[in-house]
């Protein structure tokens, strides 16, 4: 059972940085393929970026492109995700996923973080 926990959401206004950590509890983590979803009130879930075990594979949604960064550090059992010029459509809940097999760009994931608020003001 793999745990995930998510940190460094925040309040940030328009045009600026935040960086999402995701850190796994375990070691075989790295073999996972992790991804980043969020969830808008009243919007469904949606596709952000993903990782697969060799961090020269991602994945991203065409709206996030060019401003954000999703990479790995195996040794530490942890995914980020950069995510510089934000926009208020970028208002979310974000939350880190992880499976062993699968397409990374789409669910169903076996393991799921409690998620990090990202608030964008204007």
């Known amino acids: 059972q793999v745990q995930l926990v998510e940190s460094g959401g925040g309040l940030v206004q328009a045009g600026g940085s935040l960086r999402l950590s995701c850190a796994a509890s375990?070691?075989?983590?790295?073999?996972?393929?992790t991804a980043w979803f969020r969830q808008a009130p009243g919007k469904e879930r949606q596709f952000v970026a993903a990782?697969?075990?060799?961090?020269?594979?991602?994945y991203y949604a065409d709206f996030v492109k060019g401003r954000f960064t999703i990479s790995r550090d195996n040794a530490k059992n942890t995914v980020y995700l950069q995510m510089d010029s934000l926009k208020p459509e970028d208002t979310a809940v974000y939350y880190c996923?992880?499976?062993?097999?699968?397409?990374?760009?789409?669910?169903?994931?076996?393991?799921w973080g409690q998620g990090t608020q990202v608030t964008v003001s204007s």
């Open positions: 375990e070691r075989t983590f790295s073999a996972y393929r």
């Open positions: 996923a992880a499976k062993g097999y699968g397409m990374p760009t789409s669910e169903p994931y076996d393991y």
């Open positions: 990782v697969r075990w060799s961090a020269d594979i991602t």
